[in-house]
């Protein structure tokens, strides 16, 4: 069974100019085609602005894909009404302060999506929430505080305990554990797994830590200015990365060493624009390895064992 | 020499709950000062204990604060103004709290500058443009012109690093600075700091959760745990011979990419931190401790295994 399936999606956003340029477009999401399979735990990592939150907010019907199609569990998100959207796939965004209504008590917070489907009783609304706090490690007195009395640890919680009061079918996770320490990190994605199995839960995973994907993904795919350059199986892409974007990202990972210093791994310093993607490779400016081809032909996708890679030279 | 940032016993409170209980931690100049945590521990709220910019409902004391020398617990407000976002400047945890949704990128960058430093429009736009490059930001003037809800999360962390380094600050207090960023940015960012360290000899007091980052930039480490500083060494020291038991389990904790065990939990620290009422007393580890003992609920003495090393344990030094 496919929980998530996406086809050709590509969204652009339109920036206005200013005063005297014209406007231009932002290309977010570029040709992205994908599935992922009922269970399954699919990883995404990439520069910073490369089209991951928007991915994931496409999938969540949050934005409408400029072209392409995107279906949840066999039914077309576009087509899905509100609530029914909501039991089945619920996000867990990376800013909790921003995604969480500042004047609305913790409980409440929790409380809203099973309030929004309008079939639950007062009862069962409390024993579910109180259920979900005890499970994502929150006491019921920080239930009464409001946001701004918790730390970002703490509201990241929040954010997860009302996305899965629910019990959706599918999290997409977009860097859930970023504010937390790595022992409260690894209660949550500890908890994450165990809901996982025991729910059958399909998750889309997006995080900037690697040894988190590492962890969480049964498959990875790497994103680079709007398309996905390589997508492998977890232990495959840890073990045999072949995209020069995917080694550079690995090799800047900082394990905790003293002493070695911050890697340079000969990206350069300048980042690409994403209102003007570069012709042929659209990595070749920052490529330790381009040659000249690599600015005129565009990579075409080459499969690899349950995935695939667009470099001309690998 | 004196320190950049000397903070003596602070205690900064919420109605009965204490976040911070007694902390003292110092930065010198062109020194990294890395003080890690667990989620809650008071990390944040001693940043901004020393921006002055704690809620209304906090309350703050300390033994001593000051930058420079000069006592930050007795100036006035527009003393505090003065210096804040000039020669002491915050990149906060949640870059959406700090930037206006209001008003653009440039503006917000240019008014700190035309504030502090009395430059012109144009003078302050190429500053900020020029920065904004820095960080690894391209076409800048197109984001010179967007508002903050267009941006990337990454690309809204990376205009509050510009942002914080518009005056040119010698104190910056970095939370969470680079945890929204690919690690590739990530490095190019961390080397941008330590760039500006030598030259500027900026001193930076950086939160994170990163133990990588702690180990490749910082030079001394501070663990926090539930309001106390718990252990303090130089950065190798620390990472060798930790002697808290907390920041023996924090290590622990550490998932390393190529080291990861797919199918096993990871490993965490048993337990949440306890409540601290008022009148709590001795350990608050030492409900998940694995050596605690009676003596750990009354006071607790501070070790030093050496000069530069201190930590809070009834375990010998
Ligand atoms: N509402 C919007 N209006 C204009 N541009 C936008 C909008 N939302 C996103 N973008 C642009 O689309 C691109 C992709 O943004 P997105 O948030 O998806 O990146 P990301 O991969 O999640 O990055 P990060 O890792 O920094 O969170 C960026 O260049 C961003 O500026
Ligand atoms: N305005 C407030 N009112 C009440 N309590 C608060 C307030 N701000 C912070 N706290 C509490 O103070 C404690 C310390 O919070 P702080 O934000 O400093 O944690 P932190 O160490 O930065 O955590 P994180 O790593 O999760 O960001 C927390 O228990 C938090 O709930
Ligand atoms: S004081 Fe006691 S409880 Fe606290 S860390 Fe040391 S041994 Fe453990
Ligand atoms: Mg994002
Ligand atoms: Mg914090």
Redesign the interface.
């Known amino acids: 069974m496919t929980a998530i399936e996406l086809g050709n999606v590509r969204k652009t956003?339109r920036?206005?100019?200013?005063l005297l340029?014209a406007d231009?477009h932002v290309v977010a999401v570029d040709d992205v085609s994908f599935a992922v399979p009922t269970g399954g735990v699919l990883g995404i990592?990439?520069?910073?602005?490369c089209g991951k939150?928007t991915l994931a907010r496409l999938i969540l019907g949050l934005l409408q894909p400029d072209r392409g199609s995107i279906a949840v569990e066999g039914q077309r998100v576009a087509a899905m009404d509100r609530r029914a959207r909501a039991r089945l796939i619920q996000p867990v965004f990376?800013?909790?302060?921003?995604s969480l209504n500042p004047m609305t008590r913790v409980r409440d917070i929790v409380a809203m999506p099973l309030k929004a489907q309008g079939n639950f009783g007062a009862a069962d609304v409390r024993r579910r929430v109180d259920e979900m706090l005890a499970r994502v490690?929150l006491?019921a007195?920080m239930g009464r505080r409001l946001p701004?009395?918790?730390?970002?640890?703490?509201r990241?919680r929040v954010a997860i305990a009302r996305a899965l009061v629910l019990r959706p079918r599918i999290v997409v996770c977009d860097?859930p554990t970023?504010?937390?320490?790595?022992?409260?990190?690894?209660?949550i994605?500890?908890l994450l797994?165990e809901l996982r199995r025991e729910l059958g839960l399909t998750y889309l995973f997006i995080s900037?830590?690697?040894?988190?994907v590492?962890?969480v993904a049964s498959e990875v795919a790497v994103m680079y200015l709007g398309r996905f350059v390589e997508r492998a199986p977890?232990?495959r892409l840890?073990g045999e990365p072949e995209h020069p974007y995917t080694r550079?990202?690995?090799a800047?990972?900082?394990?905790?060493?003293?002493?070695?210093?911050?890697?340079?791994?000969g990206?350069g310093?300048?980042?690409?624009?994403p209102?003007?993607i570069p012709a042929g490779c659209r990595f070749h400016p920052r490529c330790p390895i381009a040659e000249p081809r690599c600015a005129v032909e565009s990579p075409p996708l080459k499969a690899r064992p349950g995935g695939g890679v667009e470099c001309l030279l690998v | 020499m004196t320190a950049l940032l000397e903070i003596e016993q602070l205690q900064v409170s919420f109605g009965s709950t204490a976040a911070v209980r007694g902390a003292s931690l110092s930065v010198a100049r062109g020194e990294t000062h890395c003080l890690v945590g667990e989620s809650g521990c008071g990390k944040s709220v001693t940043a901004l204990s020393v921006m002055n910019l704690l809620a209304p409902n906090a309350r703050r004391s300390a033994k001593r604060l000051a930058f420079e020398g000069q006592d930050l617990l007795g100036l006035s407000d527009s003393g505090m103004a003065n210096l804040r976002g000039n020669a002491m400047a915050m990149i906060f945890q949640e870059p959406m709290t700090s930037l206006n949704p209001a008003y653009t990128v440039g503006s917000q960058m240019t008014e700190v500058l035309r504030r502090h430093k009395r430059a012109s429009q144009r003078a302050a736009t190429d500053r900020a443009a020029d920065l904004l490059a820095r960080v690894g930001i391209t076409a800048p003037g197109l984001r010179l012109g967007q508002f903050p809800h267009q941006l990337s999360g990454g690309l809204r962390q990376r205009v509050m690093i510009a942002m914080a380094l518009m005056c040119e600050p010698r104190l910056l207090i970095a939370d969470e600075p680079t945890t929204a960023l690919d690690v590739t940015v990530q490095a190019q960012i961390l080397r941008l700091l330590s760039r500006l360290q030598r030259d500027l000899g900026l001193g930076m007091l950086l939160i994170t959760h990163d133990l990588g980052i702690v180990a490749r930039v910082a030079h001394r480490v501070s663990v926090m745990y539930a309001g106390e500083v718990v252990e303090s060494a130089p950065t190798a020291e620390l990472f060798a011979n930790p002697r808290h038991p907390y920041t023996q389990g924090l290590l622990r904790c550490v998932p390393v990419p190529g080291r990861i065990k797919r199918d096993e939990p990871l490993g965490s620290i048993p337990g949440t931190v306890p409540r601290i009422a008022p009148g709590f007393a001795g350990c608050a580890f030492r409900e998940r401790c694995a050596f605690a003992d009676e003596s750990c609920s009354s006071a607790i003495p501070r070790h030093r295994p050496s000069a530069a090393h201190d930590f809070l344990c009834r375990l010998p030094a």
């Open positions: 956003f920036v206005k100019g200013g340029g231009r990592v990439g520069e910073s602005g939150s990376q800013d909790p302060f921003a490690g006491s007195e701004a009395e918790l730390s970002g640890g703490q990241q860097e970023s504010a937390l320490d790595v022992s409260v990190q690894a209660q994605l500890n797994a900037h830590n690697l040894a988190v590492e962890h977890t232990e840890f550079a990202l690995l800047s990972v900082l394990t905790p060493e003293p002493g070695l210093g911050v890697p340079d791994v990206l310093d300048t980042l690409p624009d209102a003007n």
